[in-house]
């Protein structure tokens, strides 16, 4: 079983940083594309940042300027740098990672780590 395990979500002023990592662990193959997603209370969930494998990126919006999506694929980990925080960035921010797994022949599963709670104050 892979297994996503986020860290590095805290409380932060407004203006702060934060830097959010992900780490995949278990038997992979290979992992395709990975991402940040972030949940308000009462709001649907929303894709923050996404890479694929071949280093592209993407941006909500909102965080464009702001957030930064970084991949180390030798260490199965995916990291968001958040910058000048705003309290509209509250949310609890899930991993997503599109993985190959086993066995033969290898399956494209999709997975996602627990949640890390980000909260930013005025």
């Known amino acids: 079983q892979v297994q996503l395990v986020e860290s590095g979500g805290g409380l932060v002023q407004a203006g702060g940083s934060l830097r959010l990592s992900c780490a995949a662990s278990?038997?992979?193959?290979?992992?395709?594309?990975m991402g940040w997603y972030r949940q308000a209370p009462g709001k649907q969930r929303e894709l923050v940042a996404g890479?694929?494998?071949?280093?592209?990126?993407n941006y909500a919006d909102s965080v464009k300027g702001r957030f930064t999506i970084s991949r180390d694929d030798a260490k199965n980990t995916v990291y968001l740098q958040m910058n000048t925080l705003t309290p509209e960035d509250t949310a609890l921010y899930y991993c997503?990672?599109?993985?190959?797994?086993?066995?033969?022949?290898?399956?494209?599963?999709?997975?996602w780590g627990q949640g890390t709670q980000v909260t930013v104050s005025s």
């Open positions: 890479a694929t494998r071949g280093g592209s990126t």
């Open positions: 997503n990672a599109q993985v190959l797994v086993p066995p033969a022949p290898p399956t494209w599963r999709e997975y």
């Open positions: 278990g038997r992979i193959f290979s992992i395709g594309s």
